[in-house]
């Protein structure tokens, strides 16, 4: 049994996109996966259901959604095309990570599967990605309207019939799909991939299969899907599907430790001793001197000897700071290997100041501002360089920082 919860969330251009996330029974599940559907399909498909339904049955939340224009999302189908629909699924990881927890699996049927290629690579959460009949270029969707091919380059757009519904595609949707490559997205991808395909598919040949295996790098997996047809219209089938998957990743997603663990408000377990991994206890011992206690971790934080501490240890600020630096140097570190850049050793340097500016309301006010320096090393032309740079200003932490924070305190 699993339970159902109606969501939405919004795209990179502000419209609400239509979402259901699927729960196991007791709601919390051990880890998050990302669905996308298939081309002109929606998030109601049978087969995405059931795969859904087989996921949560071995543990893990699935979010799948209607991308923008389909379904019950907002946006013109026209407007959109292979780019947007992978931002979409971007927009739909960081939803989980705000609001839950960040996703370790991505699923995606069809010309869905080929988008979740691009977009894990965007994702450092996640660490395991499945496709389901994908094609190998995403230019491949376009034999569906072939006949109308000459008429959207030459006019601009053109009506077209996909699966008994009229659809209007225009000469920027056939542009993108022709400037995607996924060769370079797999060479770099450094996620575990599984591949699913039948022999017998007519609408996107196994040939894309043998192309999506043979350029994506270890570990790798291939499952034949024998006589299924694209659409897995047999509830056998699409189960199947979802079980497998959810076994696959099991070996990629650690979830013993807690990761991908749902973050939504828990009990109070430290009366048997036992912490949630994403909790931290301060407990006052000697005037300002607190014991800190993390994961099994113990840090000491004190106040400077001119405010009456003892310095026993870092400042409670300084905490702050730490866990910016380390997280900006971490990230950078993960974004470097996954592009497989020669990245050495990364310093970041940050001081808090108190600075005076004007309010909404005129008035003067106090306010933090945290400046930070970053030092990389290694064999990094000026592009590389920049780029890191940019990537710095993007850690979890500090988007925790700049973004939106929710404190609730109370009594214990």
Partial sequence: MSTKEK????????????????????????????????????KNLRAVGVISRALTAEGYGVLRFDFTGLGAS???????????????????????????SA???????????????RAAAKLDSVAAVATIG??????????????????????????????????????????DLRESSTADVLKSLRKALLVFHSPVDRIVGVENAAEIFKVARHPKSFMTLDQADHLLSDVEDATYVGRVIGAWAQKYIDKSDGAGASERPKEDTRSNGSYDDDEVVAELMERFETKIRSRGFVLTADEPKSVGGTEKGPKPFDFVLA?????????????????????????????????????SDGKPRMVNHIRGKVSVSGDLDEKQRDRLLQIAGRCPVHRSLTGEIRISTETA
């Fill in 103 to 117: 996703p370790s699996l991505m699923v995606g049927h069809s010309l869905g599967g080929t988008a979740t290629i």
């Fill in 134 to 175: 994908s094609p190998y270029d995403p230019e491949h969707v376009t034999h569906i309207f072939e006949d109308n091919l000459d008429t959207i380059v030459e006019k601009g757009q053109a009506e077209v019939n996909i699966g008994g519904r009229p659809f209007t595609v225009k000469r920027q949707f056939i542009e």
């Fill in 74 to 100: 907002e946006g013109e189908f026209e407007e959109t095309n292979f780019s947007s629909n992978v931002s979409d699924l971007v927009s739909a990881a960081k939803f989980l990570e705000e609001h839950y």
């Fill in 323 to 359: 866990g910016l630096g380390a997280c900006t140097a971490m990230t950078l570190r993960m974004y470097a290997e996954r592009k497989e850049w020669p990245l050495e050793d990364v310093s970041v340097r940050l001081v808090r100041e108190k600075e005076k500016e004007k309010g």
């Fill in 7 to 42: 969501i939405t969330f919004e795209n990179a251009e502000g419209q609400k996109l239509s979402a259901e996330l699927q729960l196991p029974e007791d709601g919390t599940p051990a880890a998050y996966a990302v669905f996308a559907h298939c081309f002109t399909c929606t």
